[in-house]
Structures are given as C-alpha cells and as structure tokens.
C-alpha cells in the first residue's frame, strides 16, 4: 500500500474499493485503511444505498490482506454523520409497506431491519481494527456505527445525541445493545437514550465512551490515524486474534472465553509471528510480520 504523511488523512486511492459511490477508501500509511463516509452537503446522513455499501466496505477491508487497520471518519467539517436522512427514507417507502396488512408489513420491515442492523454490524465484524475519528455532529445512526468501532476518539466540537426517541421509536440498530457494555453506568445510558439529549465530548470521555479528546477535526483524524499505524506495524495474528477474543469475551461467560482462547492460542502460538517476536526482543530488531 501507498503511504502519505499529509496531516489531513488523505493517501492514495485504493484502486480496489474506487467503485463505491458514497466512501472513499485511501492508504495515508503502509497497511492503514481510512474510509471517508462522502456525502458532506447532506451532514453525511445515510440513505438505504449507504448502508447497504457500508456493509460491503468493510466486508471487502476485512478479507484485504494488505489493510491491517482502519481508519472511519466523514467528510467535511461540519458532521460526522447527521444519522438517518429521514426525508429520504420517507420519501423512498424505506421502512413503509403500504397496501400490506400488518403481518406482512411487519415481515417486511423486519427483513429490512435486519438488512441494516446487518450492514452496520459488518464493521465490528471486520476483523481489523476500527478507530473512530468523530467530529461535529455526530447523531442517531453516529452513535450506532461509533458503537462497532474497536477505538473511539472525537474532536472537541463533537455533538453526540442518541436521537431516536425524539423521532417516535427506540433505537434499533446496535445502540441499545452495545452501548451499555461500552460504558460503566446503565444509569447515564438510560439519561441520553431516553432523552435524547446532547452530550458534549467531554461528557463521552467522562462516562468512557470515547477514549481521546482532540482539538478540531484535523487532529482527531491525525490521532487515529497515529493510531492506526502503531496497530499495523504490529503482529497482524496478534492484533486480530485479540480484537477477536475480546469481543468474545464481551458476549461470553469467563469460563467460556478462557475455553476459547485456548483454542485459539493453540493454533496462533505456532505461527511464524510469536517466534519472530520473541526473537526480535532478544536480538533488539524490529520484527517485520507477513501479510495475514
């Protein structure tokens, strides 16, 4: 991969992902994806055809041998993500089903449910990394795609708000169920979710939903980006492996996650990376580590 030092976050295109419409896909550092969500005059709103190629976005990151860390953040200055375009699933009949009676209404804006609860899920699924690099407006939708990422982090000027009460319906894409296993306190994510009130970065940092605070955009994507290439350099066996067993043992018992890493340590342990790590220790070297 093509690597470019600009502060901006912008590197080369990769030729591979130039036929989505709606993001762009560079490499600003050897093996780092940042992923632009590019609808900027809307407050990068997701419509249907969004998150349909969100999903295929970081299916095709997480199968890319040469990306071993991601970077998400959206364009313009203004927003991250403004969640939702309403106006635009209203008009399109997205969760409509007009002439049907309600069981087959409801069939099929469950299929469509889960269609999208599916596209979003693709990026905690991916089995690279995810940072977060959060700025401006950041509502709804926002707060459920920064609940799949591995690592938050957000500008100063960032405007969270889980805004799906305000609109006549719970949230139903992934931010009641991940957001209280983000944070320590049930008791604040029933505050913001019930609400549907602002909260500030500041506020995200203090409850533990972000783990960084930045001055502007241009520094929160830099950060990420910082980030990302520390994780890249590093064994990519290692570092997918423990994305994978946390994950794990978020949704699992400790018995249960204890019996899994078993596993998966039996295998990982007798790969090429844990030899070329201990023997980069004991010779002082920086280790290089094949393509996973």
Known sequence: MASSSSPSGAGSPLAAYASYKHFTVSSPKPFVAHVQIQRPEK?????????????????????????????????????????????????????????????????????????????????????????????????????????????????????????????????????????????GSVSWVKDVCLTARDFSAQEALAAGFVSQVHEGKEKTVQAALDLATTLAEKSPVAVQGTKELLNHARDHSTADNLRYTQLWNSVAVQGADFSSAILSVLKKQKPRYAKL
Not at 48 to 76: I, N
Not at 96 to 101: F, G, N, R, S
Not at 112 to 126: H, L, P, R, T
């Open 43 to 183: 407050l990068n709103a997701f419509t249907e055809a969004m998150w349909l190629e969100f999903g295929s976005v970081f299916r095709q990151l997480s199968a890319d041998a040469d990306v071993q860390a991601v970077v998400l953040s959206g364009a313009g200055d203004r927003a991250f993500t403004a969640g939702l375009d309403v106006q635009s699933a209203a008009q399109d009949g997205t969760f409509t089903a007009k002439d049907l009676d309600p069981a087959r209404k409801a069939k099929k804006l469950r299929a469509q449910i889960d269609e999208f609860q599916s596209s979003i899920g693709a990026m905690e699924k991916c089995e690279k990394p995810v940072i977060c690099a959060i700025h401006g407006i950041a509502l709804g939708l926002a707060v459920d795609i920064s609940c799949c990422a591995d690592i938050r982090i957000c500008a100063s000027n960032t405007r969270f708000a889980v805004k799906e009460v305000d609109i006549g319906m719970a949230a139903d894409i992934g931010t009641l169920a991940r957001l209280p296993k983000i944070v």
